[in-house]
């Protein structure tokens, strides 16, 4: 079974930036895709930023340019570093790993990040 634990949400004025992590514990099979997607209140969640275990990253329109994603492989660990936040981001951020060897979909409890304007 794996679980994967966030960390790093938080408070922050517009313009602000915010690293995220998440590690994943047990046996995550490679090939995988790791990412983040968020949900505000009372809309869905949608997809923010993805990579693969082979590096392929993918983001969503809203963030390109001011958001990274990125992977430590050793760690099981994703990162994602916000720049210039906007009001806008403000949700519950989830982590994601799909394992496509077993094809499991898992997801952390989610941390909150909160965009003052």
């Known amino acids: 079974q794996v679980q994967l634990v966030e960390s790093g949400g938080d408070l922050v004025r517009a313009g602000g930036s915010l690293r995220l992590s998440c590690t994943a514990s047990?046996?995550?099979?490679?090939?995988?895709?790791m990412g983040w997607y968020r949900q505000a209140p009372g809309k869905q969640r949608d997809l923010v930023a993805t990579?693969?275990?082979?590096?392929?990253?993918n983001y969503a329109d809203s963030v390109k340019g001011r958001f990274t994603i990125s992977r430590d492989n050793a760690k099981n660990t994703v990162y994602l570093q916000m720049n210039s936040l906007k009001p806008e981001d403000t949700a519950v951020y989830y982590c994601?790993?799909?394992?496509?060897?077993?094809?499991?979909?898992?997801w952390g409890q989610g941390t909150q990040v909160t965009v003052s304007s």
């Open positions: 994601n790993a799909k394992d496509l060897v077993r094809a499991t979909n898992y």
């Open positions: 047990g046996s995550l099979f490679r090939p995988n895709v």
């Open positions: 990579i693969s275990s082979g590096g392929s990253t």
